[in-house]
C-alpha cells in the first residue's frame, strides 16, 4: 500500500511569483522545492510521505541547506522551524492566510537582514587561572579533593557556588566587552542562556546585510583581544531564527 504524500514546509519569502527552488534529498529520495502562494507571501515546501520527520543530523542538515540556498535568491526570509509537515497545499495555504497579517508585519522589519551567531567559550588554562586568582575557591578545592564525596559534600555545595559566582562575573564581563560593541552595529541582539559551563556567550545578532562586513570585521577585533582565553564560535548567515516568533498552529475556528 503506497503511502500518502504531505507538503513539507521550509520558510515563508515575499514573492509575488511562484518559485522553483531546485531539489532537496530528504530520506534517500529527490524531491523538488517549490512555492505555494497567497498574496506576496509564499512558503517554501516540497511533497514528502505523510510522516513525522525525526531532527537526525542529515535531517535538519537538509533544512538548514534549503533554507540557506532560498536565501541566496531572496532577501525577505522567514525561518520556520524543522519537521513541519501538512497533508495539502490547501492546507498550506490556509496556513498561510492564517499567518498573513503577522508576516505583513514582518516582512518589512527583516528585508535584507541575517541572523549571525556568536558563541563565547572559555578556555581551560584561562577559566582554571581564574579559579587560581580566588584563593578561597582554590583552597576549598583542594580540601574536597583529599575527602570523600560524603564528607566533602557541603564544601561542594559552597565550591558550586563560588564558581557560579565566577562565571556570572565572567559572563558578565563578555557581555560588556564583546557583545555591547557588536549590538552597535546589529539591527537587534539577543544574549541567550549560555548552554554549557565554559560558555561564557551565547548570542545571536540581526544584522543588514550591508553591514555584514563591518559586523565580520567588528568580530575580528573583539577574538583578536581575547583568543588567549576564549575561542570564538561565529555562525551563519542564517534566517532570522531568534528573532521572529511564529506560532504555526492554525487556530481552531469556533
Same mark, same amino acid.
Given at each position: ?24 534529498? @530528504? ?67 490556509? @496556513? ?69 559566582? @565566577?562565571?556570572?562575573? @565572567? ?84
Amino acid at each position: 500500500m503506497s503511502q500518502e504524500n504531505g507538503i513539507y514546509i521550509f520558510c515563508a519569502i515575499q514573492t509575488d511569483k511562484e518559485e522553483q527552488f531546485g531539489t532537496v534529498e @530528504l530520506e534517500g529520495e529527490t524531491r523538488e522545492v517549490f512555492t505555494i502562494q497567497y498574496k506576496d507571501a509564499a512558503m517554501v515546501a516540497a511533497e514528502v510521505p505523510m510522516k513525522i520527520y525525526h531532527p537526525k543530523k542529515d535531517n535538519l542538515l537538509m533544512h538548514q541547506e534549503t533554507v540557506s540556498s532560498v536565501m541566496s535568491r531572496n532577501d525577505t526570509v522567514i525561518p520556520i522551524s524543522f519537521g513541519n509537515v501538512f497533508q495539502s497545499e490547501d492546507d498550506v495555504k490556509a @496556513l498561510l492566510e492564517n499567518l498573513y497579517p503577522q508576516f505583513e508585519k514582518l516582512f518589512p522589519a527583516i528585508k535584507g537582514k541575517i541572523e549571525l551567531g556568536l558563541k563565547v567559550i572559555g578556555k581551560k588554562e584561562y577559566l582554571d587561572k581564574m579559579v587560581k586568582e580566588h584563593p578561597e575557591m582554590e583552597k576549598m578545592s583542594s580540601q574536597v579533593k583529599g575527602k570523600s564525596e560524603s564528607a566533602a559534600y557541603y564544601e561542594r555545595i559552597q565550591l558550586g557556588g563560588m564558581a557560579q559566582k @565566577l562565571f556570572a562575573s @565572567l559572563q558578565n564581563e563578555m557581555k560588556q566587552e564583546v557583545f555591547a560593541p557588536l549590538e552597535e552595529t546589529a539591527e537587534a541582539a539577543k544574549a541567550n542562556e549560555p548552554s554549557s559551563e565554559t560558555m561564557l556567550l551565547n548570542a545571536a545578532f540581526l544584522v543588514d546585510r550591508d553591514k555584514e562586513e563591518l559586523f565580520d570585521q567588528k568580530v575580528n577585533e573583539a577574538h583578536e583581544k581575547w583568543k588567549d582565553k576564549v575561542d570564538f564560535h561565529y555562525s551563519g548567515p542564517w534566517p532570522a531564527y531568534n528573532f521572529v516568533n511564529i506560532r504555526l498552529k492554525v487556530e481552531e475556528a469556533g
